[in-house]
């Protein structure tokens, strides 16, 4: 059975006396506290990098918005929203968040547990060469994970493979959070608002997060999301679960029309192809009702809880 990822073998990934009995300077600076900096991606509106921690000696991930979103309202809220969601949500599938500060021109900045491994994209980009419980036992994590935050009344509403995060010793991540819901004790909430205008009908989808106050990444939107229902709640993270448990089985998401408005429409109003349709491979019938009744078109014909989904996931299928 092949793993997903090699252990970490680089230097800073030892453990040393001089890391472990290093005194700390009498007057701490947070300004001098991180060293190091690499780039480890950048993203449609942040920059993620590793560096090292030098009071904890450790090699850390370090996250700050794009200069050219720094300071701007909207991205600062989303940005904190994820770092203390991320924060609040003390679950092993969700990333530990270490410290959410400013850096010394007063922008943002939080930092958290450092990862080597890849994204479910790249893993299902190679997913033949994996067993097919590997991959489910991946999105088994995943709903544990959410089960966790919709008991803690958070939605995520970004759920996607690129959103997953599988490392060499087990660890199965879930990120971003950069999106979540939330509510006030009454059962009010406020929407973080999205700047992005109206995306012509002909671009591309695969090139596409946002459109119109869209929230989200097109593809794995449930149809209340799209429809941007105020009501919306826990059931549009189990419909993204079913378009990802889909691609596992297909190899293709239910819906792989190339712009925005032909993928809404078809997640609207049209029924997708069973996967066992789409692929050669052998599709146990359990697992693929369970995935169809995932991604149903109304909320109220889906599997309703993480924790139905993940009781139906662990069940005998093969």
Known sequence: MTT????????????????TDKELPLKINQNTRYAYFKTVAVGGKAIIQSCKDLHLSRTICYKKLRPEFADVPIEQKRFLREARVSALLQHPNIVPVYELG?????????????????????????????DLKQLINVMIKIAHALEYAHSHRVIHRDIKPENILVGPYGEVLLLDWGLAKVWNPDGTSVQVPS????????????????TEKLQGTITYM?????QKDPNIDYRTDIY????????ILAGRPPSIKETVDEIIQETLHE???????????????LLENTIMQCIAKEADQRIQSCG????????DWS
Request: net charge negative.
């Open 222 to 226: 449930s149809p209340e999301q799209i």
């Open 271 to 285: 029924i997708p192809a069973n996967p066992s349709t789409l692929t050669s491979i052998r599709i146990p019938n």
């Open 308 to 315: 139905e989904l993940i009781r139906l996931l662990e069940e």
């Open 240 to 247: 993204s679960l079913g378009v990802i448990l889909y691609e």
């Open 102 to 130: 400013r850096e010394a021109k007063g922008h943002y900045f939080f930092t958290m547990k450092l990862v080597h491994g890849y994204t479910f994209r790249e893993v299902l980009d190679y997913r033949e060469r994996y």
């Open 195 to 210: 700047e992005v205008t109206k995306t012509k009908s002909n671009k591309k989808a695969s090139t596409i997060t946002d």
């Open 4 to 19: 997903f990822t090699e252990p970490a073998s680089d230097e800073y990934a030892m453990i040393y006396l001089e890391n």
